[in-house]
């Protein structure tokens, strides 16, 4: 299958600060693939740096062989394909659930306003948060916010998903009706790069899983290799809480 | 020290068309100013969010940081002069380009002051906005206008009505200043008429009056606004599709 995403040697610092090392994988079409590691490892860096809400200081990434980082790329129609869904959901707070999965389809994508509208109300009620389409925000939970933010990312009918710590953000109790739809989407055969604590919901959807420590990719492989049997031994010691209880 | 109260009226009923003009020189002034700095004010507090980025080329760099210089410069002066001395310099600036009268020259000054103030409220409005709107806007491919106008001003301007109200208010009084500028507004034109009648005290306190009646309408049509906006924020359908 055809490579459609490669991360080549990505670095980035911060300043003095190396926060990615030197990290390669590629995703194909139709991989679910999630990121995992501990805080400050460096997973939500390397998921911004893939579309660009962090510059990489060094390194390639490869979409459909194309480089994005070269100055003649056009950032926003590359980003319009690879969608992300956020920790926080930065939902467009003075539009209404509708709005905010209308406006990327009109204003930038420039459907028309039928299709655009049938499209939007396909993915509200994939995520079962139709009847909700006039809410605002505010007035939402935050599994019903994660769920409209999945379901704006999708009426751009991207190529990929990016999501960034999905449930980190959610009550206890919400955080199961976000991932149920994640793993729903992950068996459609929608592209997507997680990035995530939720160890179940890894193991369980993942085609790829990568941990990350210090800014490297410490291990890569399918879920079965990395949660049944972790070869680093930082992957085992990271693991070693959700193996106890689990394996 | 006294005031003949009995002569109030007096002079209001033998001078009201005299008033009455100033006030609508006065208002319009208000309005005209407050309108074109608030649309000078979006245009420079839009700009000022282009930032240099390390990647940009030495062009665009070059470019970008003297653009940033310019509009620095601009509202360090407009706001650190009076606005009394901004308008005979320029009028006498422009004069022999322009030919302009003294009366398009107070409009065009006023709203250039009220510009300088609206484009720090703007500012300030988008800074206070969250950086995850931003990057949402920028997550589904919107470019930095199209992040500016559909999501970040927008809600800038939401949060920002009280002071950007306030302005009304500010010009409704500071319009009096133009009068240097021997524009028939209403503080010109109390002083004409207290020059005629030599009624200082009284003429002065219906001018005070009439300006306290001005800034309180203004004030209550904001809080109405303010109300609506703030009640339609939550219920508002903009029609994103047309």
């Keep these: 299958m055809e490579e459609l995403l490669s991360v080549i040697n990505l670095q980035k610092n911060f300043d003095e600060l190396e926060v990615l090392k030197d990290v390669s994988f590629s995703v194909k079409s139709r991989e679910a693939v999630t990121i995992i590691g501990a805080s400050g490892s460096g997973k939500s860096t390397l998921l911004r740096s893939i579309n660009l809400l962090e510059r990489p200081s060094g390194g390639q990434i490869l979409f459909h062989g194309q480089n994005i980082m070269e100055n003649s790329f056009d950032v926003n129609s590359y980003r319009q394909k690879v969608a992300m869904v956020f920790q926080n959901f930065n939902l467009f707070n003075h539009l209404n659930v509708l709005q905010n999965c209308l406006i990327g389809q009109t204003k930038v994508k420039k459907i028309g306003k039928d299709e655009a509208l049938d499209k939007a109300l396909y993915y509200l009620e994939k995520v079962g948060m139709r009847q909700f389409k006039d809410a605002y925000p505010q007035t939402l939970s935050g599994g019903q916010k994660q769920r409209v933010a999945i379901a704006r990312a999708l009426a751009m009918e991207p190529e990929i998903v990016l999501f960034d710590e999905p449930t980190s953000a959610l009550d206890p109790e919400m955080v199961q009706e976000v991932l149920d739809i994640m793993q729903k989407l992950a068996k459609e055969g929608l592209t997507m790069i997680v990035v995530t604590h939720e160890m179940q919901f890894a193991r369980d959807v993942s085609d790829k899983v990568i941990f990350m420590d210090k800014g490297i990719i410490a291990e890569e492989g399918s879920a079965e290799d990395i949660f049944a049997h972790p070869k680093n031994p930082r992957t085992i010691q990271f693991l070693s809480r959700y193996r106890q209880s689990f394996v | ?242």
Aim: aromatic share 12%.
């Design chain 2, 1 to 242: 020290m006294a005031i003949d109260f009995g002569k109030l009226a007096d002079i209001f009923v033998t001078n009201w068309p005299m008033f009455l003009h100033g006030i609508y020189i006065t208002v319009l002034f208000a309005i005209v100013g407050t309108v074109c700095g608030f649309i000078i004010g979006l245009i420079i507090g839009s700009l000022k969010t282009i930032k240099v980025n390390d990647y940009d080329k030495p062009i665009i760099k070059i470019l970008k940081t003297m653009m940033q210089a310019v509009l620095r410069f601009y509202v360090w002066v407009f706001r650190g002069t009076p606005m009394m001395i901004q308008a005979v310099f320029l009028y006498y600036l422009f004069k022999p380009l322009i030919n302009w009268t003294s009366f398009e020259a107070a409009l065009v000054i006023i709203s250039v002051n009220t510009g300088a103030y609206m484009a720090e409220i703007i500012r300030s409005g988008i800074q206070s906005i969250d950086k995850g709107q931003s990057e949402a806007a920028q997550s589904i491919g919107m470019s930095h206008f199209q992040n500016l106008i559909y999501i970040i001003l927008p809600q800038a301007i939401q949060n920002s009505f009280p002071s950007i109200g306030n302005q009304l208010i500010v010009n409704i009084k500071d319009s009096s200043m133009l009068n240097v500028l021997q524009v028939t507004e209403l503080y010109f034109q109390t002083m004409s008429i207290a020059g005629s009648n030599m009624r200082f005290i009284e003429t002065y306190l219906i001018s005070a009056i009439i300006y306290l009646i001005l800034t309180s309408v203004a004030s209550f049509i904001l809080n109405c606004l303010e109300r609506k906006t703030n009640h339609e924020g939550k219920k508002r359908h903009i029609d994103f599709c047309s």
